[in-house]
C-alpha cells in the first residue's frame, strides 16, 4: 500500500511540475476572473500544505519558514503579501528539494498510527495520500487558470 501511495504522489507531483513550468510573470500574477489566487499562491500552498502534511505529522519537522503559513495557507491571499514574498522560481526549487525529502521516507513510516487523527487521516501513509489527492486538484485549478490566461 505505501509503495502505491507514493506511486500516486510522485505522479501527482509531477504533473504539478508540469503546470508550473515556463511560466511567465503575467501568468504567475494575474489572478483570472472566478478564481481567489494566482498561480504564484497556488505553488506556495500547495509546498506548504504538502511539509504540514508530510512532516508536520507527528515530528514536526518541517523544512520551511513559519511565515509560509501565513503567505500560503487558507484563507491567505496575494493582495495581503508583504514585499519579501518568495519569487515563484524559488518555491518550485523548493518544491524539488521537498520531493528529495520525501522520497527519504521509510515506507514502514507510511503504515505508523499518528498520535491524533488529523483530516481523516489516521496513519502517515492515509496524510501522504491527502497530500497527493490535494496538490492533484491543485493541478486542475492551474491548468483551468492557464487556459484562460492563454486566450
Same mark, same amino acid.
Given at each position: 500500500?505505501?509503495?502505491?501511495?507514493?506511486?500516486?504522489?510522485?505522479?501527482?507531483?509531477?504533473?504539478?511540475?508540469?503546470?508550473?513550468?515556463?511560466?511567465?510573470?503575467?501568468?504567475?500574477?494575474?489572478?483570472?476572473?472566478?478564481?481567489?489566487?494566482?498561480?504564484?499562491?497556488?505553488?506556495?500552498?500547495?509546498?506548504?500544505?504538502?511539509?504540514?502534511?508530510?512532516?508536520?505529522?507527528?515530528?514536526?519537522? &518541517?523544512? *520551511? #519558514?513559519?511565515?509560509?503559513?501565513?503567505?500560503?495557507? @487558507? =484563507?491567505?491571499?496575494? !493582495?495581503?503579501?508583504?514585499?519579501?514574498?518568495?519569487?515563484?522560481?524559488?518555491?518550485?526549487?523548493?518544491?524539488?528539494?521537498?520531493?528529495?525529502?520525501?522520497?527519504?521516507?521509510?515506507?514502514?513510516?507510511?503504515? &505508523?498510527? *499518528? #498520535?491524533?487523527?488529523?483530516?481523516?487521516?489516521?496513519? @502517515? =501513509?492515509?496524510?501522504? !495520500?491527502?497530500?497527493?489527492?490535494?496538490?492533484?486538484?491543485?493541478?486542475?485549478?492551474?491548468?483551468?487558470?492557464?487556459?484562460?490566461?492563454?486566450?
Amino acid at each position: 500500500m505505501s509503495n502505491l501511495i507514493m506511486t500516486q504522489f510522485n505522479t501527482t507531483h509531477s504533473a504539478f511540475m508540469g503546470e508550473i513550468k515556463d511560466l511567465d510573470e503575467k501568468q504567475l500574477e494575474t489572478q483570472p476572473e472566478g478564481f481567489n489566487n494566482t498561480i504564484h499562491w497556488h505553488i506556495g500552498h500547495v509546498l506548504t500544505t504538502n511539509e504540514q502534511f508530510l512532516f508536520g505529522f507527528p515530528e514536526n519537522t &518541517e523544512h *520551511l #519558514p513559519e511565515r509560509y503559513k501565513d503567505l500560503f495557507g @487558507y =484563507g491567505s491571499k496575494p !493582495a495581503d503579501w508583504p514585499e519579501d514574498v518568495p519569487s515563484a522560481d524559488e518555491l518550485a526549487g523548493q518544491l524539488t528539494d521537498q520531493l528529495k525529502r520525501i522520497k527519504q521516507i521509510p515506507e514502514e513510516k507510511l503504515d &505508523e498510527k *499518528l #498520535p491524533k487523527t488529523v483530516l481523516g487521516a489516521q496513519t @502517515y =501513509g492515509e496524510l501522504a !495520500a491527502l497530500a497527493a489527492f490535494h496538490e492533484g486538484n491543485h493541478v486542475g485549478r492551474i491548468n483551468a487558470m492557464k487556459k484562460i490566461l492563454n486566450k
